[in-house]
């Protein structure tokens, strides 16, 4: 069965560093979507993609983080510089993203980068 | 906008009880509704999804109904095991376009299920 990839797994650094997480949807998957979750709460969206472009990015940090798909296919979310409240789960999600059918609204969840700064 | 409200946790229950995790939702139009399941360290996982009224969702034992009339999708399981312990997630999915589908989650149930 297809799964969406992510990596690290695990990744600690110190506040003030840069960090960079990398995913790998499912193939074929045209919208692509990194979530951040906070212990205890549930995922929330900073940044979707539909293939290359950006659809939505209102709830990313955008004087620290960045993302990028530049072809439309993996992605990697970047902190520049990393602070204390960024510990958190780093969630990578992707879906069909093409008109029709029931699977096109679904979303298939990597298993996520754990993200402590110290 | 929308929302999604779950019940609050813990739940606590015995190997065999039967569970319900109550969500209910706000949303304009006509959302797809999921329930996402999360063991501890990992992802999240699509336990089972609903696209319209009166769809019944089933997974492993799990099941879910939309109900439009209540603006429900509760979460039921007639007899619960040790390995479903973990947190469960309401979400709808709202469609803003084109392809174009956003996720709003609840914020999770963690259930604990002792032999």
């Known amino acids: 069965e297809a799964e969406v990839a992510q990596s690290p797994r695990y990744k600690i650094t110190e506040k003030s560093q840069a960090v960079a997480f990398w995913c790998d949807p499912i193939?074929?998957?045209?919208?692509l979507y990194w979530y951040r979750q906070i212990l205890g709460q549930g995922p929330e969206l900073l940044v979707q993609?539909?293939?290359?472009?950006?659809?939505?990015d209102s709830q990313l940090p955008k004087d620290r983080f960045s993302a990028e798909r530049l072809k439309g296919v993996d992605s990697t979310l970047k902190i520049q510089p990393a602070e204390l409240g960024d510990s958190a789960m780093y969630l990578c999600?992707?879906?069909?993203?093409?008109?029709?059918?029931?699977?096109?609204?679904?979303?298939?969840f990597g298993p996520g980068t754990r993200l402590t700064v110290l | 906008g929308n929302s999604v409200t779950q019940m609050e946790g813990p739940v606590t229950l015995s190997e065999e009880a039967f569970l319900t995790i109550n969500c209910t939702y706000t949303?304009?139009?006509?959302?797809?509704l999921f329930w996402y399941v999360q063991y501890p360290g990992e992802g999240l996982q699509l336990l089972l999804k609903?696209?319209?009224?009166?769809d019944k969702g089933s997974n492993k034992g799990f099941e879910a109904t939309y109900r439009k009339e209540t603006t429900s999708f509760h979460l039921e399981k007639g007899s619960v095991q040790v390995s479903d312990s973990a947190v469960y997630f309401c979400?709808?999915?709202?469609?803003?376009?084109?392809?174009?589908?956003?996720?709003?989650f609840g914020k999770g149930t963690l259930l604990t299920v002792n032999p």
């Open positions: 949303a304009t139009g006509y959302p797809s």
């Open positions: 193939s074929g998957h045209a919208t």
């Open positions: 993609f539909q293939d290359e472009s950006v659809v939505d």
């Open positions: 609903a696209t319209k009224a009166d």
């Open positions: 979400a709808l999915s709202e469609k803003r376009g084109g392809s174009n589908y956003k996720l709003t």
């Open positions: 999600a992707s879906s069909l993203g093409r008109a029709g059918g029931p699977l096109t609204d679904t979303q298939y």
